[in-house]
């Protein structure tokens, strides 16, 4: 005898999986501490924050599909979670800590600051719709189509745990902070590709100096996390433009011998 479907509005179906959301509040949270961080000019807490989110929203999804608790809730959860990481609170940050001096040269330069502010967090928007419309395509699957949003915070809110850091005031770093959060908001809307590492499993059987490479990154980052995050995540966001450049340059030839 075969089991009857469960009703419309059933509790079955209005539940969710637990843990995994866990892990999307632990995002969700961190972006929502990091705005009040920034507000207190705690800069370098704020950015702390904001790795913190992108510690939690990486675990999220593989603690998602570990436990085959993958759910349409959770991604759609997931997605406002980043929206409030990676966009708004990494563009306020940015602002708090030096765009919004660039009121004290002129109204116009004022407006500049906050309005490059809020690209980036429409582009962080638009760019996680992109991906949600996207997702499970052959492209998003084997590539990122722009800039993925965590990787454009750690860009943007590397540099500016790393001037925090350094003690340095954000006034004396705005052209660098408003050249990084347009460039950063232009990137993700872009249709530049970046690696996804999606085909990379880490339950895989690997070679032993990828074990090496593992430790040494940690060790790396525990010397100077700010310098080396930031490194590490404007080598990655470099790398997407330079990989286009170089299938261009490549095409070239073939163009010419046919």
Do not use: C
């Not at 510690?55 to 759910?71: I, Q, W």
């Amino acid at each position: 005898m075969s089991e009857s479907p469960p009703e419309p509005g059933s509790r079955r179906k209005r539940g969710i999986y637990l843990l995994p959301n866990l892990f999307t509040t632990g995002t969700l949270f961190a972006g929502f501490y990091s705005i009040i961080a920034a507000t207190q000019d705690r800069f370098a807490i704020a950015g702390i924050a904001i790795f913190v989110a992108m510690l939690t929203d990486m675990l999220d999804g593989r603690v998602a599909r570990l436990t085959n608790a993958e759910s349409d809730f959770g991604i759609q959860y997931d997605s406002l979670a980043d929206l409030v990481s990676f966009g708004l609170a990494s563009g306020l940050l940015a602002y708090m800590y030096s765009l919004h001096t660039l009121a004290a040269y002129s109204d116009v330069a004022g407006k500049l600051g906050w309005l490059a502010a809020f690209f980036y967090t429409a582009a962080a928007a638009l760019r996680l719709a992109r991906f949600n419309i996207t997702r499970g395509g052959v492209v998003e699957k084997k590539v990122f189509l722009g800039l993925p949003s965590p990787a454009a915070a750690g860009l943007l809110v590397g540099f500016v745990w790393v001037g925090a850091d350094f003690g340095i005031p954000g006034g004396d770093l705005v052209i660098p902070v408003f050249l990084l959060t347009v460039g950063a908001g232009v990137l993700m809307v872009s249709n530049v590709r970046y690696n996804s590492f999606k085909d990379f499993n880490i339950g895989d059987r690997v070679p032993f100096r990828y074990i090496l490479f593992v430790v040494i990154g940690f060790v790396l980052i525990m010397l100077d996390p700010p310098r080396v995050l930031f490194l590490g995540f404007l080598a990655y966001a470099l790398s997407g433009p330079i990989m286009a450049l170089r299938r261009r340059h490549r095409l070239r030839p073939d163009r010419h011998n046919s």
